[in-house]
């Protein structure tokens, strides 16, 4: 029996069932047990630019007998895929600027309705603004605490050029927060934002002890972030 972290459980809760799935930078390949031990995925390649996590990997493969449904394959990224190899991607454990490069080099393997699950650690807006300028449409987010952290899980799915129809002004709010997670009403997000509303409350604080030029334009930004920031909390608690 494969036991995940939280965290992990949501990559693998995101993907659709019957997917052939790429899990890029697998580590020890847990996640890709998972989903072939459990009949998510009829077939995962699982990959790593290292060997020594590909060692590991084999070797969690191999205990769970899933030799035959789990390929293992040295490669930076999508480089060591073909174009008609999967269905979809799990990118997770990474900076957003890591994972972004990672995508854009994968490109030419994305046909319509190809899936990518991420988790990017750092620079979530960056993932969110060039998924939606590169005819990926986010169908689903989950926000998940665990060992005192905040990880964001993002699906999203290859669309035609035209089928993303938000305005600008919408994009510009989607990018920073996720409307996804408002709509869900995700209390681990309002713990989140919670935590965001905190931190700028301070920051007003000490800048409203300030008499310079630049503190009171800061001063004006951060009330805006703080409103902004209160008035979704207000929609998420309703």
């Known amino acids: 029996m494969i036991r995940l972290s939280k965290r992990m459980k949501c990559l693998t809760?995101?993907?659709?069932?019957?997917?052939?799935?790429?899990?890029?930078?697998?580590?020890h390949g847990l996640v890709?047990?998972?989903?072939?031990?459990?009949?998510?995925?009829?077939?995962?390649?699982?990959?790593?630019?290292?060997?020594?996590?590909?060692?590991?990997?084999?070797?969690?493969?191999?205990?769970?007998?899933?030799?035959?449904?789990?390929?293992l394959r040295l490669s930076d990224g999508f480089k060591a895929l073909s174009a008609v190899e999967t269905d979809g991607a799990i990118i997770a454990g990474m900076g957003g600027h890591l994972i972004l490069d990672i995508i854009r080099?994968?490109?030419?393997?994305?046909?319509?309705?190809?899936?990518?699950?991420?988790?990017?650690?750092?620079?979530?807006?960056?993932?969110?603004?060039?998924?939606?300028?590169?005819?990926?449409?986010?169908?689903?987010?989950e926000m998940i605490h665990e060992d005192g952290k905040f990880y964001i899980i993002i699906k999203a799915v290859k669309t035609k050029a035209d089928e993303n129809k938000e305005t600008e002004e919408d994009i510009a709010f989607f990018d920073t927060y996720s409307a996804i997670l408002i709509e869900k009403k995700s209390p681990v997000y309002a713990e989140y934002l919670s935590c965001c509303l905190s931190k700028y409350e301070g920051i007003f604080c000490r800048l409203s002890k300030t008499e310079t030029a630049d503190g009171g334009k800061r001063l004006s930004q951060v009330r805006d972030e703080i409103k902004e920031l209160t008035d979704i909390l207000d929609r998420i608690n309703d």
């Open 13 to 27: 809760d995101m993907v659709s069932p019957g997917k052939v799935m790429a899990d890029i930078g697998c580590d």
């Open 32 to 71: 890709s047990v998972y989903l072939a031990a459990n009949g998510i995925s009829p077939r995962v390649i699982a990959m790593d630019v290292a060997e020594g996590p590909l060692k590991a990997a084999e070797k969690n493969v191999a205990e769970a007998g899933m030799s035959d449904k789990i390929e």
């Open 105 to 141: 080099d994968g490109e030419d393997k994305f046909g319509e309705g190809y899936q990518l699950v991420l988790s990017p650690q750092s620079d979530v807006p960056l993932v969110r603004n060039y998924l939606r300028n590169h005819s990926f449409k986010i169908v689903d987010e």
